[in-house]
């Protein structure tokens, strides 16, 4: 038992120091900027990459016997901007290798509370190992949800700008293509931009219909994809393609505000927890505690 109890605190420590260092490390090479994380190979990855690359077989294997989550997790990285950096059956591996970390830790925590309460044969161990390594297996994945959801955000936020400036140089009399190479010229440094150099690549060897449509599929946004077949659609009705552009520009800042609007609306009400759990009782506190010392010192005095 005391064996068992070293080890464990030793996998408890051990794994607590390793993510934690990759996730600073992730941080501090991200520049602190929220949604930079697929302009490298994330932290979560980093930690594991040379591992990852070793046994690749096996997660080629459980891509090939998951099909269905297989798929989902090239989605997960074709939207998050990291198709090209690690692959699916690296994402495999990298939860089998997270799972022993993540059971190690728990099982550390349910020994150690066993061993303070003094029980040599307890199992809270047991029941803190296979929640660990579930958590360890699904850590990969919820670690790509919030890549998706970070990306997402960031070309959310940078979509309007990018709808004004093509309006501006498509009323200039540019086409749709050197429009957006005007924007490209930028070189702003968001998901937006790098979508937009692909998409440019990918319609010399295409067409422009077949690489917006293409664009829209990775990015995963209703109001680009709108956009997208409102501009390919604007050349088969003979619309103007500024005009177009323009209302597509509207929309998107209607919908921006109305999503403002709702997040506004509910923030009293995800105040009102954290208010009364914590703000309540420091009030009662500095209002009462005079009070209640006045009432003690005057019980004595009536003693």
């Not at 120091?17 to 697929?38: D, I, V, Y």
């Not at 970070?150 to 400036?165: E, M, T, W």
């Not at 409102?230 to 109305?258: C, H, P, W, Y």
Request: hydrophobic share 50%; aromatic share 8%; glycine share 8%.
């Amino acid at each position: 038992m005391n064996f068992l109890l070293a080890l464990a605190v030793g996998a408890l420590i051990l794994g607590s120091f390793w993510l934690a260092s990759g996730l600073m490390h992730g941080g501090l090479t991200a520049g602190g900027r929220e949604g930079r994380e697929e302009a490298g190979t994330p932290a979560w990855f980093r930690n594991v990459a040379p591992v990852c690359t070793a046994l690749l077989p096996v997660g080629s294997a459980l891509e090939a016997l998951f099909t269905d989550a297989s798929e989902r997790i090239r989605r997960q990285l074709a939207v998050a901007g990291l198709s090209e950096r690690i692959s699916v059956p690296q994402v495999w591996v990298a939860g089998l290798l997270y799972a022993p970390v993540f059971g190690g830790m728990l099982s550390g925590m349910g020994l150690l509370l066993d061993s303070v309460a003094g029980k040599e044969n307890g199992i809270l161990w047991f029941f803190g190992l296979i929640p660990g390594l579930v958590m360890g297996l699904a850590y990969p994945s919820s670690q790509l949800r919030k890549a998706v959801e970070a990306r997402q955000r960031a070309i959310s936020r940078a979509l309007p700008f990018v709808f004004d400036l093509l309006h501006a140089a498509v009323s200039a009399g540019q086409s749709f293509g050197a429009a957006v190479q005007s924007y490209l010229d930028l070189r702003l440094q968001n998901p937006l931009t790098e979508e937009f150099g692909h998409m440019m690549r990918e319609q010399q060897v295409s067409s422009r219909d077949v690489a917006l449509r293409g664009m829209a599929d990775r990015i995963q946004l209703d109001a680009f994809t709108y956009f997208a077949e409102a501009v390919i659609n604007s050349d088969k009705t003979g619309a103007t393609l500024s005009e177009t552009i323009r209302i597509q520009a509207e929309e998107m800042r209607k919908a921006r505000f109305n999503l403002a609007e709702r997040l506004a609306a509910k923030a009293p009400t995800k105040i009102l927890f954290p208010m009364i759990l914590f703000i309540m009782p420091a009030v009662f506190i500095v209002i009462g505690a005079p009070v209640a010392i006045r009432i003690l010192d005057l019980v004595r005095t009536m003693r």
